[in-house]
């Protein structure tokens, strides 16, 4: 079932991003802002397309696929995909392209909208007609509306901002689009991941997490402890990430993830414009600081003036026995 909108006189393009095989939370979300302005097309590019297009094809609000079968495609680089997506438009008469706001769809999306000579709109927050998106500026502290001329409109989409559709149920026609020959501007070297079997802080229901009132990285282990029995992701500020405490995947705010949990716990954090940037959106914000005067607690539901040394294993404790 597609569900369509008023507006409805678009046709839309997904840049699609598989991870392990599934399609990703941020394409999710992408299909749901483009599923606005028209019918979706979805675009999966890389050596296994075919497989990746089947299980494309069974998510909700996608009319169609289009695979472009291509080992170049194999790690996202923009310089291959964006003739790729430059094709499809002319090909398919796309109004608008879209792709989720992940390192993938920042790196792709622009470079395709100049490609075709025209501006990227990047992280929009709502679609208010086919031409009039919502985005926001300097850190969050300013919404603007922008309605854009160009005859194409290239937008990378806030995942937190739009419910994701389900990965299942649908039923999409699948075609071929001819691969673009190599451009072989640039190289994939290697990959180095973190590997984790904990909750994706992107997408995790409940956040913890910790600034410079860690005071180490080895103090981490206590947010992990109460993260664990919570299901909950551990995050950290930038200011963390810098000092070596943590690794990058882990910034939450401006130049780091944007999340929207449920529950987003600050554990000696001072809330600095950029690190609110990124977790505002969060519906309940609890603040533990030292410092009463912490501009982290004008923005919290729930605040505890206290030595975050003290406070997180009481709460692991209450956690702990409320499971019993
Ligand atoms: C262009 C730009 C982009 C940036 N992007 C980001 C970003 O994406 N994410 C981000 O986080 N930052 C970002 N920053 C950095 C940001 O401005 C702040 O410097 C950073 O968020 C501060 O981190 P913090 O809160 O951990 O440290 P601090 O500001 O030093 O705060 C530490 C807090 O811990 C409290 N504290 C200390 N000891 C304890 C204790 N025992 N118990 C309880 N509380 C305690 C202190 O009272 C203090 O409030 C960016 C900055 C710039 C200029």
Do not use: W
């Amino acid at each position: 079932m597609f569900r369509f909108s008023s507006l409805m006189l678009g046709k839309a393009l997904v840049v699609a991003e598989m991870v392990n095989g599934k399609v990703s939370p941020a394409t999710l979300s992408a299909i749901t802002a483009a599923s606005k302005v028209g019918p979706v097309t979805a675009l999966v590019a890389g050596s296994n397309a075919k497989d990746a297009a089947a299980v494309v094809a069974t998510v909700q609000s996608v009319a169609e696929v289009l695979a472009t079968v291509g080992e170049h495609y194999d790690h996202g680089l923009p310089e291959e995909y964006a003739p790729l997506i430059e094709a499809a438009v002319q090909a398919h008469k796309y109004t608008h392209v879209f792709a989720g706001t992940s390192a993938f769809g920042k790196n792709v999306v622009p470079r395709a909208a100049a490609l075709a000579g025209c501006m990227p709109i990047a992280e929009i927050t709502a679609v208010k007609s086919e031409d009039t998106f919502v985005r926001q500026a300097f850190a969050g502290n300013a919404i603007t509306t922008v309605k854009s001329k160009d005859k194409v409109k290239y937008c990378t989409v806030r995942g937190t901002a739009f419910e994701r559709v389900a990965a299942e149920g649908g039923s999409a026609t699948v075609s071929d689009l001819p691969a673009v020959s190599p451009v072989k501007s640039a190289k994939f070297v290697e990959d180095k991941l973190t590997k984790s079997d904990k909750p994706d802080l992107a997408t995790a229901a409940t956040v913890i997490a910790g600034g410079r009132g860690m005071k180490s990285g080895e103090n981490f282990k206590i947010l992990e402890e109460l993260a664990a029995p919570l299901h909950a992701a551990v995050g950290a500020t930038r200011a963390v990430v810098d000092a070596g405490y943590v690794p990058n995947e882990m910034q939450v705010g401006q130049t780091g993830k944007t999340v929207a949990p449920n529950f987003y716990l600050a554990c000696g954090i001072s809330g600095a414009i950029q690190h609110v940037a990124g977790m505002k959106d969060s519906k309940v914000i609890a603040v533990i600081n030292t410092d009463e005067e912490a501009p982290f607690f004008q923005i919290a539901d729930y605040g505890i003036v206290d030595d975050l040394f003290k406070v997180v294993p009481a709460l692991t404790e209450k956690v702990k026995a409320n499971a019993k």
